[in-house]
DNA sequence: CTTTAATTCAAACAAATGTTTTAATTAAAC
DNA sequence: GTTTAATTAAAACATTTGTTTGAATTAAAG
């Protein structure tokens, strides 16, 4: 069993049951399990069942912030070049069309967006904590850019709607193909695009509206 | 030790605990020592963890729901004698305002508000099941409404915008006086009313997006 | 091939957890 | 006051959990 094998196997089962069940009620021996490799494996690669949470993120979260980063910055530039503000909606749909896109890539990384979407609404949890140290810098350009679309639009009020949105986005990656809102029979059969676009429309009247 | 006292203090011991860990990640015995009455009082009183956390939803809920349904029936009533359609502005903050009205009566309440935004965002959980039991009247009564003030919206796209709207609901709940969102400079000292009727306004701008 | 380093393995450790059990205490009924 | 019912208390049970430990195995280096 090569170094690699085994540290992928780790993250890729624990991505999974992150997930599924969350930080805390996932067990290092479940993990293991699934992963097929033995339970000390995990202190030897990732110190602890913290840093393996970390790592988790990590793997993922870089390259989709990246992907963000560079969406945003496209919509910014090209604004720019045309002397002109730029739209909400190009903004948000930087943000939140990477999410969508990373989640059909693979099956694992479904899992990572619901890991996601979990962690942001939980809180004071270990799993936000982290969480939140990666998306910092991303949700800083975030609120520039809509401080540039939206100038007059007060400050606190614009913080308050983006705080909505991640709401609304965070919600909308629990889905899968597996669970339903059921009180609103609401089925994750939605094919993606267009459910992308109902979520872009929604917060992009959220953030315009007067 | 007189038994009313000693439901209510699990009760509000759990209501408190729950809301800032979760179910899974609080203890029998958390919530026993912080009401100071022995471990064995939950099975006694409650039968279960579970029956417990059951009892804790319905203390609140119910009368909360209640409210809801009734300042939602009032917005129908006055709509239909004036021959119009409801407002959704009218329909989404007899669903909103309770809520914040209710976090501010007492200090449980705002645990209890916090539970229930936790609950609902939380995939596949205890919490989320037995919350959403509860909530599956109110909210066909709110989809109802919300279809007769847009009938033209497509009815899943309508279903999508409400699941939206209820994701930046429940991500505004967990703001309290001890906790902000960092990565955003939110603090919870925003007042009340400025904060209901912010979200009232996305939430709205939201369902009537074109 | 031998030596060193890396990795895996299985057991152990200390602590935590929901539920159950039995005895003791308290409260209510008469 | 006595008897019955309700409630609390403490211990036990069986299980689970993250971390650690030392030995065994595998891989890499020379």
Redesign the pocket.
């Known amino acids: ?7 992928q196997r780790i993250l890729d089962a624990a991505e999974q049951l992150f997930a599924r069940d969350g930080f ?9 399990s699934k992963a ?10 990732f ?6 949470l970390e790592a988790v993120f990590e793997r993922r979260l870089l390259p989709l912030n990246r992907t963000r980063k560079e969406r945003l910055e496209e919509v910014l530039q090209n604004a720019r070049k045309r002397g002109v503000r730029p739209e909400v909606r190009d903004i948000m749909r930087a943000f939140i069309e990477p999410t969508f896109r990373f989640r059909e890539s693979e099956p694992g990384a479904q899992d990572f967006i619901k890991l996601i979407g979990r962690s942001i609404v939980t809180p004071d949890s270990t799993a936000k904590t982290v969480l939140l140290r990666f998306m910092k810098p991303i949700l800083k350009t975030l609120s520039e850019a809509l401080t540039e679309a939206l100038p007059e639009l007060p400050k606190d009020v614009l913080l308050w709607r983006l705080y909505f949105s991640i709401g609304a986005l965070a919600h909308t990656m629990h889905l899968d193909k597996r669970f339903q809102f059921e009180p609103l029979n609401l089925k994750a059969e939605t094919d993606v695009k267009s459910l992308t676009n109902m979520l872009i429309t929604f917060v992009t009247a959220g953030m315009e509206a007067s």
Do not use: F, Q
């Open positions: 069993m090569s170094r690699l094998d085994t540290k805390h009620r996932t067990s290092l021996r479940a993990i293991t097929k490799v033995n339970l000390a494996a995990v202190n030897y690669h110190g602890s069942k913290k840093a393996l």
